[in-house]
T-cell receptor, first 113, second 112 residues
Framework: DGGITQSPKYLFRKEGQNVTLSCEQN?????MYWYRQDPGQGLRLIYY???????QKGDIAEGYSVSREKKESFPLTVTSAQKNPTAFYLC????????????FGPGTRLTVL | QKEVEQDPGPLSVPEGAIVSLNCTYS??????FMWYRQYSRKGPELLMY????GNKEDGRFTAQVDKSSKYISLFIRDSQPSDSATYLC????????????FGTGTRLLVSP
């Protein structure tokens, strides 16, 4: 089956810890994205990558880091510098960065204890 | 002011009703308009997208864009309980990479 997988589904973190959220796609898409979703707010773009070995900051990149060493993988690290990390994190991909169709993964719910 | 505004709802309708979901936007550069459906604790699923003004139909779903009033609509005919979800509208510009700007989502509840 083609699609986007995210793991884990639920993640608990203690304050001061870094955690890494996994995102994998087998759609052969060039572009990948990370969004954050909070109640009462729309999806907000954290980072995006238009092609392997390249990535750009989105609107709320502070406290996050990413890498794009492989076309199919775009992991997101939530660092201790992120002041309010509890949220629902969504990974997406598209054929190219100017494509109108973005396909989303199932999401990871991160809770800081 | 948010670039894309959407009433959070919830919007409650009986099964079989025609549902109208709406968004407004403020950025005149937006050219593409999308509707996503998101079930609870799941990722959004793209329903359809339209370019500029006009209508687009796909089964029970019709998307409508009125650029003169900066108004986006999604109509659902013969609504079903399985349509109960949060509906997100999104918009983007036309040149190169343009980020998707999302509304906050409208929660729809269709009762049997």
């Amino acid at each position: 089956d083609g699609g986007i997988t995210q793991s884990p589904k639920y993640l608990f973190r203690k304050e001061g810890q870094n955690v890494t959220l996994s995102c994998e796609q087998n759609l052969n898409h060039d572009a990948m994205y990370w969004y954050r979703q909070d109640p009462g707010q729309g999806l907000r773009l954290i980072y995006y990558s238009q092609i392997v070995n390249d990535f750009q900051k989105g609107d709320i990149a502070e406290g996050y880091s990413v890498s794009r060493e492989k076309k199919e993988s775009f992991p997101l690290t939530v660092t201790s510098a992120q002041k309010n990390p509890t949220a629902f994190y969504l990974c997406a991909s598209s054929i190219q960065s100017d494509s109108n169709e973005q396909f989303f993964g199932p999401g990871t719910r991160l809770t800081v204890l | 002011q948010k670039e894309v505004e959407q009433d959070p709802g919830p919007l409650s309708v009986p099964e079989g009703a025609i549902v109208s979901l709406n968004c407004t936007y403020s950025n005149s550069a937006f050219q593409y308009f999308m509707w996503y459906r998101q079930y609870s604790r799941k990722g959004p699923e793209l329903l359809m997208y339209t370019y500029s003004s006009g209508n687009k139909e796909d089964g029970r779903f019709t998307a409508q864009v009125d650029k003169s009033s900066k108004y986006i609509s999604l109509f659902i005919r013969d609504s079903q309980p399985s349509d109960s979800a949060t509906y997100l509208c999104a918009a983007k510009g036309n040149t190169g990479f343009q980020k998707l700007v999302f509304g906050t989502g409208t929660r729809l509840l269709v009762s049997p």
